[in-house]
């Protein structure tokens, strides 16, 4: 069973930060890249940044330079550090594999509010 369980949102200030945890099951996780997103109101969801089961990032449009994708391999986690954190960036995230289609399945995300 598919299992993703987003956590870390908040309310924070423009410039502040915020780091999500994501906790998943072995079978989406081990061994496998995996992808945070985020949808924000009225928007369709986005990738935001992705890393290789070896830990290797790769970052998507305006949160480059802002935000650091981790993970720990032992606890089937994966971490998103965001700094500079900007109204725009407000949005549900939630992480998935870098196939999401393959699960049919999402978590139920962890808000993050960016307030100007």
């Known amino acids: 069973q598919v299992q993703l369980v987003e956590s870390g949102g908040g309310l924070v200030q423009a410039g502040g930060s915020l780091t999500l945890s994501c906790a998943a099951s072995a079978n989406i996780f081990s061994g496998k890249a995996m992808a945070w997103y985020r949808q924000a109101p009225g928007k369709q969801r986005e990738l935001v940044a992705r890393i290789t089961s070896g830990g290797i990032p790769v970052y998507v449009g305006s949160v480059k330079g802002r935000f650091t994708i981790s993970r720990d391999n032992a606890k089937n986690t994966v971490y998103l550090l965001m700094n500079s954190l900007q109204p725009d960036d407000t949005a549900v995230y939630y992480c998935?594999?870098?196939?999401?289609?393959?699960?049919?399945?999402w978590g139920r995300g962890t808000q993050v509010t960016v307030s100007s």
């Open positions: 998935n594999s870098v196939l999401p289609e393959l699960y049919a399945y």
